[in-house]
Each structure stands twice: as structure tokens, then as C-alpha cells.
């Protein structure tokens, strides 16, 4: 069978949390600046310190000690981005470099020699004609410099664009990175809070078997979202109590019913003449009888709740062997009751385990060979067995004779729910049952019961 391979609801939930996120930085930062420039607003603001900065650097001195102007990337970055882009400086001898169309007013403020140290001038929104400039002294080697820059009108949808990737690549990726760290710490975290829920659902799930009744998964736990898939399962989980009750009801009640006929026809055999036909019809409704009964009592330890009672394990074994010795020695064997060690009490139903001892006792009168001892054993902790000395029975038929209606042999005159009965009755004791080799040959079943916590 192909194993099947599940997809990762975490790591799902990760890669469309990190997708969300970047998709919502990049719309944003796309809204923000198609905005900022249908309003005009991108001719507003003054170049930022880097432009002052980018025009200082690109200076260098003559060897008269006049300026002039160098390319360099920073500046050439300038120029790019803002829309006409235009610079002046001036020294403290008066000197002035500058680059392209200067407004008369910086030049006025310039060739004035202003003692201001630094100053912005922001353009006016409902005014594209304004001028946004920037005005800084710089300390050089070569004495103050007096840097304005500026640039005048919005910029170009081209230059805008130029702007939105330097902004995504200095902001909006970074912001995606660290969000996108932050997800994939914290999700395997809330994953797991899911999980456990989740988890809880499946352990219960994995004891729930075909003899399990009234049984739900529980719904504390679980997330809203997985919550309707749990209660459709104990939905379904009610529907087949409702099947396996209907179909025990039935049964209940079958078993019943075919015990009034069968003890009629009995009776009519039992007053007819004695021959071979009549002693293979008594035999046949013997069977027919033990099946009956066998089915009825399955039915009614399936159905009825086990009685809380403290149980002696010994009194009941030596009492059922008291009472099944005329039947073990009646079929040719000898009977025998070994109190090896003294149990533990239990609790539990004491008829029902009497009818498991009976049970085994006629079983072992069945398969044990018309010979031979068969013996009753107690001993601790809690643990009663029940030996021949037939011909045992073969490791690979020990679990499958407890299935119903399979017999150890085909010759055997049982119908196959002997054993079966006596499993269901340890199961709701919480035992086990097991056939090993008996010490004298022949097989031996146990059952082994917890013992009662003995309180100080």
C-alpha cells in the first residue's frame, strides 16, 4: 500500500501569512505613493539631508582655492531622483558653484551671506509652482560652506517610480523580513495550541473499538474551525449505538424466544422410547439448548452494567469445583482444587465468573481427552486456572478459539462460543485470558484479574 503523504498545516499557514503580509506592505506602499503623487504632494517636501550631504561631497577645490563640482554616485542619485534638481554653494570668500536652474530668492539668500546655520522651505500643496529647498553650513577643511539645495515641481511618474523602489528596498522589504521572521517564530507556537486539541481527539479516538459503547470525543479543546468535523464523528459514533443496540435487542430477545421450543421439544423426546435416532435428536437439542443459553447470557453481559462486588476468588473457584465434580467425574476424569497461594479479592460480578469457570471446566471435559485429572487452580496475586491433561492445544489456535463460533478441532462437539463468553466476561473485569501448556500436559487456561486496592 502507498504510504500517503499530509501536507504541513503549519508550515501552509506560514507561507500564506509571509504572502499576506508582503502582498499588504507592497499594495500599501503602492496606494501611499500613487497618492502622494496624483495630490501634487511630491514637489512639496524639501530634498532630505542626504542631498546636502551628496552636494559636499561631491566638491573639490581648485589649486586657487576656487570650487567645482565632481560626479560622483551620490550625487548622480540626486539628480535622478528629484525633479529638477538644483544646487548652490558658497564659500566664506563669496565664491558660489551651482547647478542647474537656481531660484532668484536662494540666490538672493546665498549672495547675502546669511549667518542661518540651517533652514527648510517645504512648496505648497494647491501651489505646484512652488520651490521646496534645504539650507545647511557645512564645516570643511576649506572654511564654512554655505549648501542649499532644492528642486521644483512634482516629480515624474518615472522618477516617482525610482523613488517607490528605493523606498521598498530600504523600508517595505526590510518590514517583510522581520515580519516574516516574526510568523515563522510565532506560528509553530499557535500551531501547537491547535494541536493539542487535535491530539486529545485522536488519543480518544484510538480506544474506541468494536466493543465500545456510548463512548464520545471530546470537544474541549478544539478549535471552532475543527469543531463541526468532531461532532459529525460523534454523531456517527451515536448512530451506530443505535444500530448495535437495535441488533443486541434482537438478538436478547431471539435467545429468549428459542428456549420455550427447544425445552418443549426436549421434553416430547425425553417421553418418547429410547433409540439411536431419539438419543442423537436429545443430543442435537442439548446443543441447540447450550447455544441458546450461551447467546443469552452473551447478550445479557453486554448489556447489563457489572455489579461493584467485592469477590472472594477462592470461595468462588472451590465452590464451582465442589459443584462441577459429579460433571467432571460423570465424563470419565478425576477432579481436583488447588489453592496454590491466596488471592487478592476483586471486584466485579461473582455469578458471571462462575459461569466462566463452569465454562472452562466444560470445555476441558470436551477437549481433554476422557482422561486424566482436570484441576481448578488459585493463587495470587488474582489468577484462576483451569488444566487437563489432553492433548493441549496448538500455539497458533491459542488466540483464534476465543474468537466466536471457532472450535479447536473439527470433531469437537461444541459450538464455538464457550470460550468466547468467558473472554467477554474477563474483558469487563479488566482481566486477561490466556491458554498456555498445563504442568502435566494437556492445556490450561487462565484468567487474571486486578486485585482490589486494599485501603489503610
Request: proline share 4%; hydrophobic share 45%.
Amino acid at each position: 500500500m502507498k504510504k500517503m503523504k499530509f501536507y504541513s498545516l503549519k508550515w501552509r499557514l506560514i507561507r500564506r501569512l509571509v504572502a499576506l503580509q508582503a502582498a499588504t506592505l507592497v499594495l500599501i506602499a503602492i496606494a501611499f505613493a500613487f497618492v502622494f503623487w496624483i495630490s501634487g504632494m511630491s514637489g512639496i517636501f524639501a530634498p532630505d539631508e542626504h542631498a546636502i550631504d551628496a552636494v559636499t561631497e561631491a566638491i573639490a577645490w581648485n589649486a586657487d582655492g576656487s570650487m567645482r563640482i565632481t560626479n560622483t554616485d551620490d550625487l548622480g542619485y540626486q539628480r535622478e531622483k528629484a525633479a529638477d534638481f538644483w544646487f548652490l554653494v558658497r564659500d566664506q570668500q563669496g565664491r558660489m558653484v551651482s547647478e542647474g536652474n537656481v531660484p532668484a530668492q536662494y540666490l538672493a539668500i546665498a549672495a547675502s551671506g546669511s549667518d542661518i546655520a540651517e533652514a527648510r522651505f517645504n512648496g505648497d500643496e494647491d501651489n505646484p509652482a512652488t520651490i521646496a529647498a534645504r539650507l545647511q553650513k557645512i564645516k570643511t577643511d576649506h572654511g564654512d560652506l554655505l549648501v542649499i539645495v532644492g528642486r521644483q515641481g512634482s516629480l515624474s511618474a518615472g522618477k516617482l517610480l525610482v523613488v517607490f523602489v528605493a523606498i521598498a528596498s530600504g523600508i517595505v522589504l526590510p518590514v517583510i523580513l522581520l515580519t516574516g521572521l516574526i510568523t515563522l517564530a510565532v506560528t509553530p507556537f499557535v500551531a501547537r495550541g491547535i494541536h493539542r486539541g487535535l491530539n486529545e481527539v485522536a488519543q480518544a479516538a484510538q480506544g474506541i473499538d468494536g466493543t465500545t459503547r456510548g463512548y464520545r470525543l471530546p470537544l474541549e479543546n478544539v478549535p471552532e474551525e475543527v469543531a463541526p468535523l468532531v461532532i459529525a464523528m460523534n454523531e456517527t459514533l451515536q448512530r451506530l449505538d443505535d444500530d448495535h443496540n437495535k441488533q443486541r435487542r434482537f438478538m436478547l430477545a431471539a435467545a429468549h424466544e428459542l428456549r420455550t421450543p427447544i425445552a418443549i421439544l426436549q421434553n416430547r423426546l425425553e417421553t418418547m422410547p429410547p433409540t439411536e435416532a431419539t438419543n442423537r435428536l436429545l443430543e442435537d437439542v442439548a446443543r441447540l439448548s447450550t447455544l441458546a443459553q450461551q447467546l443469552l447470557d452473551l447478550q445479557r453481559l453486554n448489556q447489563e452494567p457489572v455489579p461493584d462486588c467485592s469477590i472472594d476468588l477462592a470461595t468462588v473457584a472451590r465452590r464451582q469445583a465442589a459443584e462441577l465434580a459429579p460433571l467432571i467425574i460423570a465424563a470419565g476424569y478425576q477432579a481436583n482444587f488447588e489453592l496454590r497461594s491466596m488471592p487478592e479479592r476483586i471486584l466485579g460480578d461473582e455469578t458471571a465468573l462462575e459461569r466462566a469457570i463452569a465454562n472452562l471446566v466444560q470445555n476441558a471435559i470436551q477437549h481433554g481427552g476422557r482422561s486424566g485429572t482436570i484441576t481448578i487452580a488459585v493463587e495470587h496475586p488474582a489468577q484462576i486456572s483451569v488444566s487437563d491433561e489432553g492433548p493441549g492445544i496448538a500455539p497458533e489456535d491459542r488466540e483464534r478459539i476465543f474468537e466466536p463460533f471457532q472450535r479447536a478441532n473439527g470433531r469437537s462437539q461444541g459450538i464455538g462460543l464457550g470460550l468466547h463468553l468467558v473472554r467477554e466476561i474477563v474483558k469487563i473485569h479488566h482481566g486477561q485470558v490466556w491458554v498456555s501448556d498445563a504442568t502435566g500436559g494437556g492445556a490450561a487456561f487462565n484468567m487474571s484479574f486486578e486485585p482490589t486496592v486494599q485501603t489503610a
